[in-house]
């Protein structure tokens, strides 16, 4: 949604959730969610997306999800933030789905289930949804290693980062660590066509800061090359702690769900770059604590080691 067409409140647009249409219930929600032209009250929000969704607006249905899973005008209640979700992700949306699967990877309202997730994951990048495709691609790649489907997990990466997921050089270096400059060339042109169509249709655009640079793909030697020196992050980016405890989580400032995720691996970078170290990433899993909802990632150093680094999401995690 660009900022030309965010709703803002209105006399007008108050009479039409009143009489029952669905998208402006679901506008004024957002009105109340997010300050546009009233004070922000998520329980006035709450009241107004319940209505939407009981009318199967699934929009709706995926931003009540995320006031139960966040607690923001109800008590926080993960498994009725699944259900939202899963009748979302049975109407086709796909942001459902990606949130479905973080809860059965992560057993946040439901018991376990990784192949559910996995195949919630697939369905949610296969309807063009950025953050999925990152997901699923990593987890392709886990589940195969030393098989040929290494090379759809590269092109999903690929694809993800293509679309602004961009802070994870390193782990789709790693993903191609062992494919020929040729089959990175045709993969990437292949991307290349794919992203041209998602942009064109006009449902997810890509980010604007993306440092992936064309050269990566030629010539010999491409797996062995060095990632340039990193530039700082914006002022602000970060806060809180070294990211080595809930206490000491480190804080990304970024409302953009979409893009946030891609700041965690943007500073496993700039924390790299001290080390003098690259990595992978062993596991990311979801987590809440007192009810704000952080990212574990399970890093793998290059000389070895392993480090578990906490980011505290709670600026973009699951926003509308």
């Known amino acids: 949604m ?18 029952g249409d669905a998208d402006a219930q679901v506008d004024l929600a957002l ?9 922000i009250d998520h329980a006035k929000a709450v009241q107004w997306y319940t209505l939407a969704a009981d009318q199967g607006h699934e929009a709706a249905l995926h931003s009540l999800g995320i006031k139960y899973m966040h607690g923001e005008g109800v008590k926080r209640d993960p498994v009725k933030a699944v259900e939202c979700w899963q009748r979302a992700a049975d109407l086709g949306f796909a942001m459902s789905m990606f949130l479905l699967a973080n809860c059965y990877q992560n057993g946040d309202g439901v018991p376990e289930d990784s192949e559910l997730s996995y195949s919630l994951y697939e369905r949610a990048a296969k309807l063009d949804y950025p953050p999925a ?8 790649f886990f589940r195969n290693l030393g098989t040929p489907l290494v090379e759809e997990a590269y092109r999903w990466l690929l694809l993800a980062y293509e679309m602004g997921i961009s802070g994870y050089q390193n782990p789709l270096l790693e993903v191609g660590r062992d494919l020929s400059p040729e089959t990175k060339k045709r993969i990437r042109a292949e991307v290349l066509a794919e992203r041209d169509r998602i942009i064109a249709e006009g449902i997810y655009l890509p980010g604007d800061y993306s440092s992936y640079e064309d050269e990566e793909f030629e010539g010999e030697g491409d797996d062995d090359k060095e990632a340039g020196e990193i530039p700082p ?19 990304i400032n970024e409302s953009r769900s979409g893009f946030g995720a891609s700041y965690e691996y943007y500073w496993l970078n700039l924390l790299g770059q001290k080390k003098g170290l690259g990595w992978t990433l062993g596991r990311q899993r979801l987590a809440y604590k007192c009810g704000v909802p952080y990212d574990i990632l399970e890093v793998i150093w290059s000389d070895g080691s392993q480090e578990k680094v906490y980011f505290d999401i709670s600026a973009f995690y699951g926003k509308e």
């Open 133 to 140: 495709m990152l997901d699923y691609g990593m987890l392709t």
């Open 31 to 39: 009105c109340y969610s997010q300050g546009w032209g009233v004070e």
């Open 2 to 19: 660009s900022s030309d067409n965010l709703p803002t409140f209105s006399k007008k647009l108050h009479e039409a959730a009143l009489a």
């Open 233 to 251: 992050p914006p002022e602000g980016l970060f806060t809180g702690g070294d990211g080595s405890s809930f206490e000491q989580a480190v804080k």
